[in-house]
């Protein structure tokens, strides 16, 4: 069990810019969560998928951001042209299913110049 | 008003004195969890409960469902205990956390 994985843990980029992030959930956790944290608050629910479906997403999730999780593995986040109000630690955390305890990744730290 | 309530914001602590979070919600839940984060990022869950009380080293975790409360105890704490720590619930008809803003804990030698 290597627990979760999210690449890269550091992302420094222009505004206007598009970014992608990867996470690899814990191998056979069926439901994979996406959520943001900007500095000095809580983290806050993005999206999640069980296997390759989509189940939920928040309005926080605009045109710009989108998931995918196309084999139930792994899952990206991207968003397009970002903007300084994106700057922000990306979490991703799986879980065996539903009401489970989910795991954390250690993050994707998004820095928007 | 967050639908999740922590206190104190930051609790400043000697080593070996017994510390208290607090958590209320004001939503209905299927489950509590109290989460610790460490400097640069990294989310450990400590406890996942839904009625009355879990122990773990020198944690202890109680939930009041009728009072929508929580808190998490830490007995004889140590400096390594020093974290942000996180009391998120997970409402009856969805699976994703909501969370409180966090408890910044230091504890001093």
């Known amino acids: 069990d290597t627990g979760v994985s999210q690449d890269p843990r550091h992302k420094i980029t222009k505004r206007g810019q598009n970014v992608t992030f990867r996470c690899d959930p814990i191998s056979e956790h069926n439901r994979l969560y996406w959520y943001r944290q900007t500095l000095g608050q809580g983290p806050e629910f993005l999206t999640y998928?069980?296997?390759?479906?989509?189940?939920?997403k928040s309005r926080l999730l605009s045109d710009r951001f989108s998931a995918e999780r196309p084999k139930g593995s792994f899952s990206t986040l991207e968003i397009q042209r970002t903007e300084q109000g994106d700057s922000a630690m990306y979490l991703c955390?799986?879980?065996?299913?539903?009401?489970?305890?989910?795991?954390f990744g250690d993050g994707t730290r998004l820095s928007i110049l | 008003k967050n639908e999740v309530e922590q206190s104190p914001q930051n609790l400043t602590a000697q080593e070996g004195e017994f510390i208290t979070i607090n958590c209320s919600y004001s939503v209905g839940i299927s489950a509590l969890h109290w989460l610790q984060q460490h400097p640069g990022g990294g989310i450990v869950s400590l406890f996942m409960?839904?009625?009355g009380k879990k122990k773990h080293g020198r944690l202890i975790a109680t939930i009041n469902i009728q009072e929508k409360h929580s808190s998490l105890h830490i007995t004889a704490s140590h400096p390594r205990d020093s974290a942000v720590y996180i009391c998120a619930v997970r409402s009856y008809n969805t699976d994703k956390l909501i969370f409180g803003t966090g408890t910044r804990l230091q504890v001093f030698p």
């Open positions: 955390a799986s879980s065996q299913g539903q009401n489970q305890p989910q795991h």
């Open positions: 409960l839904s009625s």
């Open positions: 998928f069980q296997n390759e479906a989509q189940l939920e």
